[in-house]
């Protein structure tokens, strides 16, 4: 599997280069042995007991840029990552990863330096950021890894920020009515976030045809990204169209807005007719920043009605697999350590079932 050359220094000393093939069958070689059976050494160790046992590393590989690994990494993935996702690791890498980064080479960064950096990082940004920044080049350095290209992992053990969960603002179904009616036209939207907990892209990716009122059913199958200055349609979340059910509130807020409208239009379209744009609390003079005001609900983003939704669900006493579907989540599990502080209550309420259940017969041993 392995040859060996004979060769002379400029200054007349004698040495030994070792010659094999990789996995891929190219040639490799490596050089600087004093004697022939130093090279035969090396050579069992790190090409014939390696490539036997799976774990061959290129000496080379450790020299390869960091920045082309992850324009590599990065264009690997983006068919594959929603456009919204991949529009922001892109960003992160050309912002925060590549300049600090690309210039040099996988086998010379010390772990030092990659905790330097993430604590420098830290100090001016959120973790959400830091994670994502780390992320990228952990994913180069695994890779890497996975490729035979290095075996140690400059970036393993590196403490990282964490990322503290905001306080959830759960409107109660007075406040959400208020709401709803402050926002005008928009109302019906307002009821859709609120009511059915679709995501923000979901629920303005809809159309007149995904409303079903003989089956009282939102067909939630597609969902819109806000990419750069654009938009782009995809799938929902985790990939998975579902049907959500629909509140009476609701289909009778939509009868309305689904008249004189095509199958294919948008059920909430921006004023200019295309995708309605993310709208936030501090959006002071946007339509829902107004609405905000009016009402005097506690502030909150679209997006959090959605918070909103599993509350008034859970409260209602329905079953955590059906709030599961209605809200898109990957699993029950997921549901409950999402929304665990819902279920307080539920506790209470248990306590009480429970003695009332077993008070007879524990009664009777007395």
Known sequence: MASYERYQLKGGETRWRVWWRDPDHKRKNKSGFKTKRDASEWAARNVTVAMNDGAYIDPQGGRVLIGALGDEWITARENVWKPSHA???????????????????????????VQNWVNALSAKRSAS??????????????????????????????????KTRQKRVYLTPGQLSKLADCSGVHRPLIL??????????????????????AMNRLHVNKSVSQVGGGYQLGSPKNGRSRDVPMFRPVADALHEAVRGKASD????????????????????????????????????????????????AVHSGANVKVIQRMLGHSSAAMTLDTYADLFDADMDSLTLDVNAAIADVFDEDK
């Open 129 to 162: 950021v830091v994670l994502r920044a780390f992320g990228i080049l952990k994913g180069i350095y695994e890779t890497a890894r996975d490729d035979g290209r290095i075996s140690r992992l400059p970036v393993a053990n590196i403490q990282l920020p964490k």
């Open 265 to 312: 239009d948008l059920l909430f379209p921006s004023a200019t007719g295309g995708y309605m744009p993310p709208q936030g609390k501090r959006h002071e003079h946007s339509w829902y920043g107004r609405a905000l005001k009016e009402s005097g609900v506690p502030p909150l983003t679209c997006h959090d009605l959605r918070h909103t939704a599993a509350s008034i």
């Open 192 to 213: 859709v976030l609120g009511l059915c907990g679709l995501r923000w892209g979901e629920a303005t990716a809809l159309t007149v045809g995904d409303v079903d009122f």
């Open 87 to 113: 529009y922001a690791v892109e960003s992160s890498w050309k912002t925060h990863v590549r300049p600090k980064w690309g210039e040099r080479t996988l086998g010379e960064v010390r772990h030092s330096e």
